[in-house]
């Protein structure tokens, strides 16, 4: 892996920067991305952060999410993925790599397949946000509102506001010295990113609700989202990735899972655990990634194809010895 001098020497060095996070942006893909993109942009650097589908509704309240454009404004001498677990997940237009610039990696996926010509990759950092933040505290760059506003949202959105098991001292200290330095307000944030819901989105909250299926020793529970219901309701896919948590809420369950048929013929399964199991693991089975408490994976069937195939192997895999391995693990990461 590459070191932080390195990489602080790659952020100083160049002129033109050109950044891009995953697919399916999240708050500390978006977060990261900004973060660093205003701080370069501040230190007098040219940059460009691309998101071909745009900017989510929910992490528009950002202030410098209008400088995010749909396409590259200019020809990279570095490109920097953040947030994003593989090559194939970095949303950047192909033509971008013709221009043979280094590709900088900076990410905390478990299951990053260090793609990056240089990477910067920590899987024991809470978000990619706080890994942004010591490199552009440790580089000496001027940090200011909106900055430490994208770091914050980054930061609270991966870690679940504060509730999962990566939410760390490091973590907590870092939002207080954003919270004190530069008067961001986590209600605020808190409230723009969960509490402004469309009518729509809670209605088709409720039918992915009544989907909701428990496996018969309660450990496993998983719910459904075809293109049908996806078609009767006008909502943003980004506004259904919190709704696997409700699996996860359930007293007693291990495994929770969320089908989304994205296209005709093609699923996202989310998959989220408590404690003893790591999805990261299990997604990766079927080409994904992820973290040990939250991962993803896309299988190019239908879904009720993709629910056949995922939960005989989950469950096989609860019945064997893989929970005792993963348990064993999990004691050594916390
Ligand atoms: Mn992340």
Same mark, same amino acid.
């Given at each position: 892996?590459?070191?932080?001098?390195?990489?602080?020497?790659?952020?100083?060095?160049?002129?033109?920067?050109?950044?891009?996070?995953?697919?399916?942006? &999240?708050?500390? +893909?978006? @977060?990261?991305?900004?973060?660093?993109?205003?701080?370069? =942009?501040?230190?007098?650097?040219? *940059? !460009?952060?691309?998101?071909?589908?745009?900017?989510?509704?929910?992490?528009?309240?950002?202030?410098?999410?209008?400088?995010?454009?749909?396409?590259?404004?200019?020809?990279?001498?570095?490109?920097?993925?953040?947030?994003?677990?593989?090559?194939?997940?970095?949303?950047?237009?192909?033509?971008?790599?013709?221009?043979?610039?280094?590709?900088?990696?900076?990410?905390?996926?478990?299951?990053?397949?260090?793609?990056?010509?240089?990477?910067?990759?920590?899987?024991?950092?809470?978000?990619?946000?706080?890994?942004?933040? &010591?490199?552009? +505290?440790? @580089?000496?760059?001027?940090?200011?509102?909106?900055?430490? =506003?994208?770091?914050?949202?980054? *930061? !609270?959105?991966?870690?679940?506001?504060?509730?999962?098991?990566?939410?760390?001292?490091?973590?907590?200290?870092?939002?207080?010295?954003?919270?004190?330095?530069?008067?961001?307000?986590?209600?605020?944030?808190?409230?723009?990113?969960?509490?402004?819901?469309?009518?729509?989105?809670?209605?088709?909250?409720?039918?992915?609700?009544?989907?909701?299926?428990?496996?018969?020793?309660?450990?496993?529970?998983?719910?459904?989202?075809?293109?049908?219901?996806?078609?009767?309701?006008?909502?943003?896919?980004?506004?259904?990735?919190?709704?696997?948590?409700?699996?996860?809420?359930?007293?007693?369950?291990?495994?929770?899972?969320?089908?989304?048929?994205?296209?005709?013929?093609?699923?996202?399964?989310?998959?989220?655990?408590?404690?003893?199991?790591?999805?990261?693991?299990?997604?990766?089975?079927?080409?994904?990634?992820?973290?040990?408490?939250?991962?993803?994976?896309?299988?190019?069937?239908?879904?009720?194809?993709?629910?056949?195939?995922?939960?005989?192997?989950?469950?096989?895999?609860?019945?064997?010895?893989?929970?005792?391995?993963?348990?064993?693990?999990?004691?050594?990461?916390?």
């Amino acid at each position: 892996m590459t070191g932080r001098e390195e990489i602080l020497h790659l952020l100083a060095k160049y002129n033109r920067y050109l950044l891009g996070c995953h697919l399916h942006p &999240d708050g500390d +893909a978006i @977060g990261s991305l900004l973060a660093l993109g205003l701080a370069l =942009e501040t230190a007098g650097k040219e *940059v !460009a952060m691309v998101l071909p589908g745009g900017v989510p509704e929910t992490f528009r309240f950002l202030e410098g999410t209008e400088k995010i454009l749909p396409a590259p404004s200019l020809t990279p001498e570095v490109i920097i993925a953040l947030d994003c677990a593989d090559r194939e997940r970095l949303l950047l237009p192909e033509a971008v790599f013709a221009s043979g610039a280094p590709v900088v990696n900076i990410d905390h996926h478990l299951s990053n397949s260090m793609f990056g010509d240089f990477n910067y990759v920590f899987p024991e950092a809470g978000a990619t946000g706080e890994i942004v933040y &010591d490199l552009l +505290a440790g @580089g000496g760059f001027t940090l200011d509102k909106r900055i430490a =506003e994208a770091i914050y949202t980054a *930061v !609270a959105t991966d870690t679940g506001f504060f509730r999962y098991s990566n939410t760390s001292s490091r973590v907590l200290s870092l939002v207080a010295k954003l919270v004190a330095g530069y008067g961001i307000s986590p209600s605020r944030i808190a409230e723009e990113v969960y509490e402004e819901r469309s009518y729509d989105s809670l209605r088709l909250l409720g039918e992915v609700l009544s989907t909701l299926r428990l496996s018969a020793d309660g450990k496993i529970a998983w719910m459904a989202l075809s293109q049908q219901l996806m078609a009767a309701y006008s909502v943003p896919l980004e506004e259904t990735e919190n709704f696997v948590n409700y699996t996860i809420s359930i007293s007693g369950v291990e495994v929770g899972l969320f089908f989304k048929e994205i296209t005709p013929g093609e699923t996202k399964v989310s998959w989220r655990s408590r404690i003893t199991v790591d999805v990261s693991r299990l997604a990766a089975h079927f080409g994904g990634g992820g973290h040990a408490r939250a991962a993803g994976c896309t299988i190019k069937t239908p879904i009720s194809q993709a629910i056949e195939q995922v939960l005989p192997f989950l469950r096989s895999y609860l019945a064997g010895a893989g929970l005792k391995n993963t348990a064993g693990d999990e004691k050594k990461r916390v």
